[in-house]
């Protein structure tokens, strides 16, 4: 019962096979091969974005942090949630990569772009004594497992562009956010205003891969040269891109996240049934946030559940706890039934 | 006629299959996992270094850039040659990790050791307005295709100790230098005074993945940090694992070493046949670099085979020019033979 | 009526004369003068410390940034308030002298010392997916104008301690929170647990020096080529420590705080007596921080006052606004007075 | 005896004048002043510049990285000689403040243009494997005391703008370059092609205080977000300002450039009389470069006379020694006088 993360499964197959396939014969490194050129055009494809520049990374941090640095000049600051994965749990890599400092807009998942506006307009203010906004970053499925509409989008980019900051849009989960709100790649990022994607495939049945797709080939000056030298960039190139060519053919990453999403929401149809449980956070994609007491958490860990939860679960006491539940497209639904076995023993 | 580099060519099937064993079920993200625990255990027995602090990094320039950050404080030189690599080919990657300055001790491709020490002097009397040595680098197989003998080792080393530096060695051809120097891991590593090696999976036969390996633990001190921030902690860190496991299995790492040298010395044999060729660096390894006449150079590129040289092939003039030419462990000798072919025709 | 800030009047006479004593002859630069030995002396007897480790430095963000710098490796994070000048009015200058990130522990101008120890606990439980903790930094007189108590910054200091980290104290108004407290300098720093202090002059009537003093000289360690590196040792060093000379000799330090502090509770009394104000600080040294109505705050500007306030005054709406009054040393109760009668007219 | 450096004297007195007028009253901090407006204007006049973007810093290191980096992004390098002060004397500062690198063009204190040229191309080539070329930098008076001729700047100029880079002139000792070569302010710097001047006060006069001089705006941009974050946005502004105002203020600055000079000279033809001396630098301006034998330099400093010089002087040798006299504006010629006596005692 894997429910601690989308990051403990296997890779699917066909992106193995495009491992295999790119596994021939001498390409030229660095980017400049064949099997790169293919993979590029395929996320064009994905994105309906012809003219977008597109750079492949190993790892969502890394693409996140040189995306915003990118986008930022060294003394201007990112705008983003204070549950940000780029603020909570990348170990400072924004900061690492040239960004000056993350403002922080409130303390949900979910960004307010009135809040968004009024820290601008405050920032800009403070003049050199505050390191003034140089992007505006999103994550969708955000950090608690919700989904921000496409209309959410919008506004924010229309805060973010009124104040001539391009928005950033931390797509770990772009695959299953996508498939969550039943619509296309390009609806949810430049038809609605975003700027530069975090392209995940690492989540969603790759090895470690993810793209960083900038709709604005202005916004991608110097990416290649900061990719470079913080040793990103793959000499063997072709076998970053054929995981992303084998995860975009036929429509893979939305199918993948699409499963992910029905395991997650089985899940979340199993814990409802719990009399106790309760949503801070509505389980909208594969990942879920609810609240559950401290004792049933420790019997569930106890019997053998993987998962997360936040506060420590010794002591007597019986207060409620946030836990993570999170379902990879691979995880067999005999797992989520044998949990449901647990939870219904424990009840 | 792939003579370009040794990253052009495929992942050896060895590689290939411990990527798919690891392809299975679910195992902690981040390192955590068992497959990561064995390939540490197998590269501490390559080394014959049982308490060694070994991390895995996807580039060999990521590797040298977080070894080197660790072994310095942020206002620390480290002291390499003119030709090194992590000084003209990595876009200024150690310093972007955190190293103050790289200051140069020649302009060969092997470190005179009594030079060394006069800079390290040198420095050390310029107090604050210098940046103060923190670290030493060398490289074996050199930037030149040449090998530092365990005794040049030794003497840089003691030079390097002497002054309470750590000495890390760029170990991207690693397999080969062994190989060539007929030596063991631990021979040419701590047992001839180097402190971490950058050793070297990618250019050999793996996908992409370089150990680095620090023999004292106290020099790893936050590299963990550093990795992750750097956005260079995989989350299925597996697969990092898998092909280092892959690599270092029944010796196949110094195996793909020795192959490619053969591979490399049968080429030089050919090259030596060349009425007008010069040898300013002895070919030892896997890469040459001989001097030709521009005008053989063209005619060779002409005839379709892969190659660097330094220096415009335009213009009438005849001069010599440097040349570069690698053979990696798959290179199919009908292929050298081939050239062998036209290079007669040309001579 | 300047009540903008205590950064906008003179230099004290003492000052003076200590830099045009200074001005004679030839010595040696880069602070291997004897005004310097003798300016460091001088810290060390205020502080009681005579084995501190004491730098000289033009400005408080310098001071606090090379401070904190020194303390933490570049993956570590400081702690602070929300309020901390050092994260809201420095423009990023901790992290970009080498901090990882600023940890926000609670938005009051003082730490909380349970919420200090609960991020610990939390960051450290993060692993390496957290940039962890490596100082506590707290500000005294406070971003609000009010006071720790030396029981307050001892209790601060024991969680900080007993974590392993060191406690840094922003001191630009270290006078005036010592002649408030009516403490020596070493009851409200290292005999309170503080290990390092940015000691400021600048604001207490020098022209613009503060001193950081290292109470344990192994935090100092590297202190010295940072600043170098920095740009801020000064060639003509005597100059920045004949400052702090003349700012140390015979208490005028502690003088010009507590003359600082009077014209600030002046003040505070002539405030009280406004019908509609509101004390959301207690006003405890030589800056206040009353809310007004907006109306009278604009009038009060149009009256000629200088000050600074929270929030826009356009509109017709009359809420209360946030608004700041700094009184330095030199201010004439004069002007305290004059201001007494625009207010009296207001009311 | 005092030729160590010209950092090691006393202020000029219309310097101190300029101080004490600014020491009166309560006037705007961070460079909101009239003090500072007024500076500016003189700064402009000065170069014949009346757009130019001018900032204060308070030393010749911080304005020099401050330019370079405001000049570059962070992964651009900057190409200057080997004994370039930004190389050997500032402890890192350019790539601590941003730039990717230094790219070193020859040995010598004066860059041939040619060999600039040839790295810039060489370096373009290189793609994201260099650290591309974003700005060029050269020093007048060149830290061996030459100086670069009009005609040599803008041989340099022509080159760095044909590959769309600026240049910067380090003008630590410009006063005493523009003396030299009779010309004025602009004729050295925008009228020869030169981008961005660190124009240096604290070695001509002043206490700590150096103008960056833009001529075009647009490269300007950041720079004072870039000053305050680095803790060189000075409270107390003015009297930074002060400063260089008294510094510009009827020409002194050039008087006390020739001042310098006049005295260098003096020492050199004292110099030239001594039977084993050579010059492998001409002296052209204030600060000598001779060679003497070891044994010369060993009496002279054992007779009081500050100076430096390259090398041990310990051992019987008699090698020539590089040494360095340099004499600053104040010098009495009766210090020259007593130099020579011991001189020709020693002969």
Known sequence: MHFA????????PQVMEALTEANNGYLLPYGNDEVTQVAIAAVRDVFEAPEAQVFFVPTGTSGNALALSTLCMPYQSVLCTALAHIHEDECGAPEFYGVAKLSLIGDSDLMDPDALEREIVFL???GVHSAQPGAVSITNVTERGRLYTLDQITRIAEVTHR????LHLDG?????????LDCSAAEMSWKAGVDVVTFGGTKSGCMGVEAVVFFNPDHARGFAARRKRAGLLFSKSRFLSAQMLGFCRDGLWRQLGAEANARGQYLADILRQHPRIEWPYAPEANMLFPALPRSEIKRLMDSGVKMNHWGSIEGDGNEMLLSRFVCDWSLPYEQIDAFAEILRGMG
């Open 163 to 166: 104040h001539n900051l391009p």
């Open 124 to 126: 800009n203010e403070g």
């Open 5 to 12: 993360s989308d990051n403990t499964g296997p890779i699917h």
């Open 172 to 180: 770990a989960r772009f695959a299953n956010a996508c498939a969550a």
